[in-house]
C-alpha cells in the first residue's frame, strides 16, 4: 500500500520525503480545504515535484473546496500549470470541479475527495465511470464496507483510506459550524475547528446545563478522538485498499516526521504486527485519545472527554546537516544544554531511538555556550552517529 503523507509546506514535505512517505498532498494559495496551513508557492510547487519524481515518489494537489460560481476565476488556469509541472493527480470534491477538470486539463488524473461522501458501491462505481482515478472513501465506512466496494469498481481504480489523525465532527467533513461561529467557512478551507471547543447544551426553559454525551451509537457531533490504524494495516490491505493517507497539513513538522516514521516501520514488516514500541511512537506525537473509528462495526466510539491534545515527547531540534563523525549541525526548536541525553527521531533504523549526548555547545559564532537557547539557531554538538539532514532530536 502506499504511504500517503500531509504536506502543509515545503519543509513539511521535505520532512515526509525523509521519513519514507511514498506520496504527499499538498495544495497551492487556493482551492483547498487548508487556507492557514502555510501551503506552496508555485514555484514550490514545482520545486517538490522535481524533487519527488527524482525520488519516485508522487504529488497530489488539493482543489477540494465545496465551489460556488465565483470560485472557478483562475482555476483553468491553474490546472494548465499544474498539467504543465507534471502532477501526479488533482484531488476533487465537488463534481462541478470535477467536470471543469475533465475539459479543461484532461491530462490530470483525478482523485475524488473524502468530502465527496462516497458511501456505497453505486456512488463509487459512477464516481469511477466518470473518470476517477482513485476514490478517498468516507471515513464513516467499516472495513466490510470498504472491501465491498473495493469488489464492485474496477480494479484500475484505486482506493484510498484515511488511518492517522483527527477525525471531523460533521460527515466525511462537511460542517458548518465554523461558519456559524465565526463566519469562516470550513468549506472553503477556513475551519477553525470550533467541533474542539467545550461545549454545554442547554434546554431552552431550564437554566441548569447538560454536558454532552454518547450513547450506543457514538457521537456525531463536537469532540472526536484521533483515528490510529496502525495495528491494522494488513486488516486494510485485506479489504483491497491501495493507499492510507495520514492526517495533519495543519500539524507540526515534528508530527509529520513521528507519524511518518511509524507508519512506514510497520507497513515494510506487513504482515507481521508492529511491536508495542513502535505503536507507542504515536503517543510521541501530538493527539487526542485514539479511536480505530468506524472501521470495526460496533466499536465506533469517538466522543473525546477532553479536547486538548497530548505528546509525550518535545521536538528539540533537526539535524541541517549530515554528521562528518566527529560533529554535526543543528537548528534548534527548543531549549537544550549540556549534560542532556536527546532522543534520535530517524529512519536509520540503526540510529533510531539512540541517545545522543549533549557534551559541548558551539552557537552560530563558533563560541562555546551552556545552553542552546535562541529559536532556530544553527548550532554544532560533537557526535559520532550517523545522522543525516532530516532526522530529529527529542526529549
Partial sequence: MELLAPAGNFEKFQTALHFGADAFYLAGGRFGLRAFAGNFTEEELEKAVKIAHANKKKVYVTLNIIAKDKDFDGLKEYLQFLTKIKIDAVIVADIGVMEFVRENAPKLSIHI???????????AKLMAKLGAKRLILARELSLNEIAEIRKQVPKSVQIEVFVHGAMCMAYSGRCLLSNYLTGRDSNHGECVQACRWKYYVREVSRDDELEVQEDEKGTYIFNSKD??????LQELKDAGVDSIKIEGRMKSSY????????YRQALDILPKKPSKALCDELLKASHRRYTTGFYFEGEQKQFTEDSMPVQESEFVAIVTKDCDGKNVELEMRNKFSCGEKLEILSPNSKIFRKKLEISEILNSSGQKVESAKVVQERVVVPCKLPLKAGDILRR
Avoid: F, P
Avoid at 113 to 123: R, V
Avoid at 227 to 232: G, P, Y
Avoid at 255 to 262: E, G, I, L, P, S
Fill in 113 to 123: 475527495s473524502t468530502q465527496a461522501n462516497i458511501i456505497n458501491s453505486h456512488s
Fill in 227 to 232: 483515528l490510529n490504524m496502525i495495528k491494522h
Fill in 255 to 262: 508530527y509529520v516526521a513521528t507519524v511518518v516514521n511509524a
